[in-house]
């Protein structure tokens, strides 16, 4: 067996190549003078029980993992216990092993919250009502993030209707179609694209020019380009924000359980310049 005595951690998913999760945590770890490796797995649909039994039974070393698609509603299912956020999103997508047992959380919330309060153009403008375009999972984190902060009028909008309807049961948002949009728009100060729309250049079926003056733009989707919802939305003069920092924002948590570490991680544009030009 190996002697290995620095703490493991890692991402889940299928695919998995793409993650920028392994750069992040070893840029960190590079930074901060910490001991710990973070690897990305790609496992599939059939095998994730057998993963997170494994796990559970501790390979040497391993302390939890982060976990992406498609695998989030599963680590909820195969966790011993969970968090009251994980609970409410109704997805895990950070697990810590304690005493071979799995603990879930989420931290898409999270990380939604912290990048909106380090937005200046956010803190600036007066929070009304917010619309979201989308009802997937990072849909429900983006949700929980703006209840949070304190957003009574939210307003989801999306292709497939059972979605919406659990999203009114679960989180009790207000539902539309997107010939509704207009009506809502006027009164929020906030859009965000939380569909996966924009990821290989798809547009969003947004009229710009019946936007309202000074609502804030925000993506979900970040990449060394912008989505043609920001591009669009820089080119009429809105404020635009992509999904990077929530990204980053959502690791902390983890990161800090992980590979022991009292102090926050460091955020800046060497790092978001870091990540960028590894995409
Ligand atoms: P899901 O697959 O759970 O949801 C996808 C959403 O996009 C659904 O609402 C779906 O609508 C909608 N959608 C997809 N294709 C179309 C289309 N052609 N027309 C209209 N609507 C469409 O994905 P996630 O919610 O997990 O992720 C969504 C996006 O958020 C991804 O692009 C992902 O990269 C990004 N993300 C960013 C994170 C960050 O930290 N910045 C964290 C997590 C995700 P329908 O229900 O009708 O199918």
Same mark, same amino acid.
């Given at each position: 067996m190996p002697d290995i005595n620095y703490p493991i951690a890692g991402v889940i998913g299928q695919p998995i190549t793409h993650s920028l999760s392994p750069l992040l945590h070893h840029y960190w770890l590079a930074k901060m003078n910490l001991f710990g490796r973070y690897e990305a797995r790609d496992i599939a649909v059939d095998d994730i029980n057998f993963f997170f039994d494994d796990l559970r039974q501790a390979e040497v070393g391993w302390v939890g993992c982060n976990v992406t698609l498609p695998h989030k509603i599963a680590a909820l299912e195969n966790c011993d216990s969970l968090s009251p956020t994980a609970k409410k999103i109704g997805a895990v997508n950070t697990i810590t092993l304690r005493d071979k047992k799995l603990y879930g959380d989420n931290t898409d919330g999270f990380g939604f919250i912290k990048n909106l309060e380090s937005w200046?153009?956010?803190?600036?403008?007066?929070?009304?009502? /917010?619309?979201?375009?989308? %009802?997937?999972? %990072? $849909? #429900? =984190?983006? !949700?929980? =993030?703006?209840? /949070?902060?304190?957003?009574?009028? !939210?307003?989801? !909008? +999306? #292709?497939?209707?059972?979605?919406?309807?659990?999203?009114?049961?679960? @989180?009790?948002?207000?539902? $539309?179609?997107?010939?509704?949009?207009?009506?809502?728009?006027?009164?929020? +100060? !906030?859009?965000? +694209? $939380?569909?996966?729309?924009?990821? %290989?250049?798809?547009?969003?079926?947004?009229? @710009?020019?019946?936007? *309202?003056?000074?609502?804030?733009?925000?993506?979900?989707?970040? =990449? $060394?380009?912008?989505? *043609?919802?920001?591009?669009?939305g820089r080119q009429f003069g809105f404020a635009t924000r992509d999904g990077l920092d929530m990204f980053i924002y959502q690791a902390v948590i983890g990161f800090k359980q992980w590979f022991h570490s009292d102090k926050n991680p460091p955020i800046d544009d060497e790092l978001r310049q870091y990540l960028l030009s590894c995409r």
């Open positions: 200046q153009d956010f803190r600036d403008s007066k929070k009304s009502c /917010a619309v979201i375009l989308g %009802a997937g999972g %990072a $849909a #429900r =984190g983006v !949700i929980y =993030g703006l209840q /949070a902060l304190g957003y009574q009028h !939210i307003v989801v !909008i +999306n #292709r497939t209707l059972d979605k919406l309807q659990n999203l009114q049961k679960d @989180f009790g948002v207000i539902i $539309a179609g997107i010939n509704d949009i207009k009506k809502y728009l006027d009164e929020a +100060n !906030i859009l965000v +694209n $939380a569909t996966s729309l924009g990821l %290989a250049g798809e547009d969003v079926p947004i009229d @710009f020019k019946k936007l *309202p003056k000074g609502i804030l733009l925000h993506d979900i989707i970040y =990449g $060394a380009t912008p989505t *043609p919802f920001l591009k669009k």
